[in-house]
């Protein structure tokens, strides 16, 4: 399993970013994807999923402005995020379940500051 994620930078408050996340070596649609952060010096921090039907679900302070969303046919998910907020400084990755063992990308650094 490997999950690659691109897509970071720096960016100033209010703006926008798209991470993706390119898996490889399981059957990617059959599994749900996560984004999952991790600001410095605090604990990893459950950010969005997308299910297998596509269902979503998200973390309180990014509803509404971030939007995680799945393409089968490319073995990739996405992170949409605008209105960018200097909280949202962290390491971001993607993250899945197979087989029963949790499987992690390399992570992306999103820095949002002036």
């Known amino acids: 399993v490997q999950l690659q994620a691109s897509g970071g930078g720096l960016v100033q408050p209010g703006g926008s970013l798209r991470l993706s996340c390119v898996a490889s070596?399981?059957?990617?649609?059959?599994?749900?994807i996560s984004w999952v952060r991790q600001a410095p010096g605090k604990e990893r921090e459950l950010v969005a999923t997308?299910?297998?039907?596509?269902?979503?679900n998200y973390e309180e302070s990014v509803e509404g402005r971030f939007t995680i969303s799945r393409e089968n046919d490319k073995n990739t998910v996405y992170l949409q995020m605008n209105d960018l907020r200097p909280e949202d400084t962290a390491v971001y990755y993607c993250?899945?379940?197979?087989?029963?063992?949790?499987?992690w990308g390399q992570g992306t650094l999103v820095t949002v500051s002036s």
């Open positions: 070596g399981f059957n990617f649609s059959r599994y749900p």
């Open positions: 997308v299910s297998i039907p596509g269902n979503t």
């Open positions: 993250n899945t379940y197979v087989q029963f063992e949790s499987h």
